[in-house]
């Protein structure tokens, strides 16, 4: 069984500059949830993809965006970076069955605004 | 709003001690609370995870405690080991809806001296 996957390991950007990161979810699982966590802190919850749609967000602003594709698979996109965007992005896999939808974190995308 | 709320934030014990770290939530539509384990570079591990129609479950050397009247709950880890030191998130959500958000806590940097 694969587990959750994410890329790049670590990014830096400017400020104003536009990025996309990356997720590909556990084997057998069709949900996959962001989180953003700053350094010391615990998790925040951004949003979740459930087949290919938007199923629930965080207090993000709309420069945070994101796809899921057929396969599952997800990107995370934030337009006009912001320093306080910097933070360690968790991508996290879940499947709908289960009842209490139990959620597996891949390893981060730490992301630098400069 | 913080919903949920963690204690302490950094815990120092020896090697065999009990560590016991404390959750308190607000939110009385939560019923699924799960605990983190995070090591330096990693995404978050689930550990244990618990439902409020019990007050305590144990998964090798870690026990959750719950107490549903007073909205608390707690990690303890049995025989510590120098292994066991990195940081804990409790997390909670409401399991049983469509999206599973968890909410975390703060974290507890935990340090096992051998």
């Known amino acids: 069984e694969t587990g959750v996957t994410q890329s790049p390991t670590h990014l830096i950007k400017t400020r104003g500059q536009q990025v996309t990161l990356r997720c590909s979810s556990q084997?057998?699982?069709?949900?996959v949830s962001w989180y953003q966590q700053a350094l010391g802190q615990g998790p925040q919850f951004i949003f979740q993809?459930?087949?290919?749609?938007?199923?629930g967000r965080g207090n993000f602003p709309p420069r945070f965006s994101g796809l899921q594709f057929p396969n599952y698979s997800s990107e995370l996109n934030v337009n006009a970076l912001e320093l306080d965007d910097s933070a360690l992005y968790l991508c996290?896999?879940?499947?709908?069955?289960?009842?209490?939808?139990?959620?597996?974190f891949g390893p981060g995308t730490r992301l630098t605004v400069l | 709003q913080q919903q949920v709320k963690q204690s302490p934030q950094s815990l120092i014990v020896q090697k065999g001690g009990i560590p016991i770290i404390n959750c308190a939530y607000e939110?009385?539509?939560?019923?699924?609370f799960p605990w983190y384990q995070q090591f330096p570079g990693k995404g978050p591990a689930l550990l244990i995870a618990?439902?409020?129609?019990?007050s305590e479950k144990k998964e090798g050397r870690f026990t959750i405690s719950f107490n549903k009247s007073a909205k608390q709950f707690s990690l303890h880890i049995m025989d510590s080991q120098p292994g066991d030191s990195a940081t804990y998130f409790c997390?909670?959500?409401?399991?049983?809806?469509?999206?599973?958000?968890?909410?975390f806590g703060q974290g507890t940097t935990l340090q096992v001296k051998p």
């Open positions: 939110n009385t539509a939560f019923d699924y």
């Open positions: 996290a896999s879940s499947r709908t069955s289960a009842v209490y939808n139990e959620q597996f």
């Open positions: 997390a909670a959500s409401k399991g049983s809806s469509n999206t599973g958000k968890l909410i």
């Open positions: 618990i439902r409020p129609d019990v």
């Open positions: 084997s057998g699982h069709n949900t």
């Open positions: 993809y459930y087949r290919e749609e938007e199923n």
